[in-house]
């Protein structure tokens, strides 16, 4: 069974740092692309990062380039969102979701999601 289990959000202020995890199961994500979408309230989902390794691809929204970084630890199954200098706009509900290698690029669009993880809050307060 395919598992997505997401963690790490919280309440931060802004320009603050915080690490979300997703440890995956049931998949070699290797084979897949990885990534992260959030939803804040009244907004759709949105792509906010995926890599593919095989593709050699990664992909970041314009609005968190250089601010949030994504790293795979491929021994642990576990993928992290490393975020910094959070501004308020990054509220929102982020969740782990894994598609199709070939379709992590601009935009990475939740139509394409095969597996999600159950989401975590994200609060950055000003």
């Known amino acids: 069974e395919v598992q997505l289990v997401d963690s790490g959000g919280g309440l931060v202020q802004v320009g603050g740092s915080l690490r979300l995890s997703c440890v995956a199961s049931?998949?070699?994500?290797?084979?897949?692309?990885i990534g992260w979408f959030r939803q804040a309230p009244g907004k759709e989902r949105e792509g906010v990062t995926c890599m593919a390794k095989y593709e050699d691809s990664a992909f970041y929204a314009n609005s968190v380039k250089g601010r949030f970084t994504i790293i795979s630890d491929t021994a642990q199954n576990t993928v992290y969102l490393q975020m910094k200098d959070l501004k308020p706009e990054d509220t929102a509900v982020y969740y782990c979701?894994?598609?199709?290698?070939?379709?992590?690029?601009?935009?990475?669009?939740?139509?394409?999601?095969?597996?999600w993880g159950q989401g975590t809050q994200v609060t950055v307060s000003s």
């Open positions: 979701a894994t598609t199709a290698p070939y379709v992590c690029r601009d935009p990475w669009h939740m139509k394409h999601v095969g597996a």
């Open positions: 049931g998949f070699n994500f290797d084979d897949y692309a």
